[in-house]
């Protein structure tokens, strides 16, 4: 079993940039990818990032490459979601997630372990 915790998220304003983390525990996370999602109001969870914790490979969605950088610290167990350049459409609840496995999967139902989420708010 793998407890995640996500913190971090706020009101911001749009340009402005967050780190979003993730303390896991439970598990060692060798052998895990972990992810991050997001939902927006009246939209379905989509994939944000994932990195491979044995490798530190990433993956990342379209709509943020190049603004987001997902990382990982071995020593903290967290995963981190760093974010710049926030726009309003970045506006959702953010889900921290893991998979046993070494592929860097972007679909929700890969990922067995799911975080309660943390707001993220981008104001124009």
């Known amino acids: 079993q793998v407890h995640l915790v996500e913190s971090g998220g706020g009101l911001v304003q749009a340009g402005d940039s967050l780190r979003l983390s993730c303390a896991a525990s439970g598990r060692t996370l060798s052998s895990y990818v972990m992810g991050w999602f997001r939902q927006a109001p009246g939209k379905e969870r989509e994939f944000v990032a994932a990195?491979?914790?044995?490798?530190?490979?990433?993956l990342y969605a379209d709509s943020v490459k190049g603004r987001f950088t997902i990382s990982r610290d071995n020593g903290k167990n967290t995963v981190y979601l760093q974010m710049n350049s926030l726009k309003p459409d970045d506006t959702a609840v953010y889900y921290c997630?893991?998979?046993?496995?070494?592929?860097?999967?972007?679909?929700?139902?890969?990922?067995?372990?799911w975080g309660q989420g943390t707001q993220v708010t981008v104001s124009s």
């Open positions: 990195i491979r914790w044995s490798t530190g490979s990433t």
């Open positions: 997630a893991a998979r046993y496995g070494s592929g860097l999967q972007m679909v929700v139902y890969e990922y067995g372990y």
